[in-house]
């Protein structure tokens, strides 16, 4: 028998749930394997200390009330004399920035003069009446957009300054 079935039939054992043929060849396994064995006084004990009875019920005001005076002695002089009425001073310095912060933010949003941005024309601003380019053999292609008025210019070049097969490179 090899030690990993023989801890499937220990965890059986101990649980009352081997079977009475089982239990011979575990024994012998056992009694021969030194590994298998330090496992079994291991979990014997931890079966010892789960069963053993539980401690005794803790009252939970008073509980409670040992923890807020530990608590309250533990803290920091220099806490309790900045803010003696408030219990979480730290609380009390972040609500304060926090306030702060929001209140830079709305006067700096009531005084900053809002703009939608530039009003836009139905007219187009610029008009092109001829492109001149410094590329030899490069053809230059003007479009006006209407409705947004923008004026797009393309320079299409080609290779070697030769069209093939009547198409360009750009």
């Excluded at 005076?69 to 219990?87: G, M, N, S, V």
């Excluded at 006067?107 to 003069?113: D, E, H, S």
């Excluded at 703009?115 to 053809?139: K, L």
Aim: net charge negative.
């Amino acid at each position: 028998m090899n030690c990993k079935k023989a801890q499937q039939w220990l965890s059986m054992a101990m649980d009352n749930e081997l079977p009475a043929d089982r239990r011979e060849p575990l024994e012998q396994h056992l009694a021969q394997c030194p590994d298998c064995r330090a496992m079994q006084s291991q979990w014997s004990t931890y079966g010892q200390i789960l069963r053993a009875p539980e401690a005794p019920a803790v009252n939970a005001g008073a509980l409670r009330a040992d923890v807020l005076r530990a608590i309250r002695t533990q803290r920091p002089e220099r806490e309790r004399a900045l803010f003696p009425a408030i219990p979480y001073p730290r609380l009390a310095y972040s609500v304060a920035i926090t306030a702060l912060i929001c209140t830079v933010i709305i006067a700096g949003l009531r005084f900053y003069p809002y703009s939608a941005g530039p009003e836009t024309t139905a007219e187009p601003n610029t008009q092109v009446e001829w492109v001149e380019t410094d590329v030899p053999g490069a053809t230059a292609m003007v479009y006006e957009d209407e409705e947004t008025g923008l004026t797009v210019i393309w320079v299409i070049t080609t290779e070697n300054g030769e069209e093939e097969n009547g198409q360009a490179a750009s």
